[in-house]
């Protein structure tokens, strides 16, 4: 199941999105283009491990 039919689908409090880091700049585009089309949003947060290590 993709994850669109998925959000329409069941219900989610939460959920985690795996995917690997060359993937990580066209996810994230695809998730605004995605945003602005539909009713609800979503709350994505993305972890940066760069971010941790200070």
């Not at 993709?2 to 959920?15: D, E, F, G, I, R």
């Not at 539909?38 to 290590?53: A, T, V």
């Amino acid at each position: 199941m993709n994850c669109t039919k998925s959000l329409k689908t069941l219900t989610h409090k939460q959920a985690v999105f795996l995917l690997g880091a060359g993937h990580r700049n066209s996810i994230m585009q695809k998730i605004k283009e995605y945003n602005s089309n539909i009713d609800f949003k979503l709350n994505w947060k993305f972890y940066n491990p760069e971010d941790s290590i200070k």
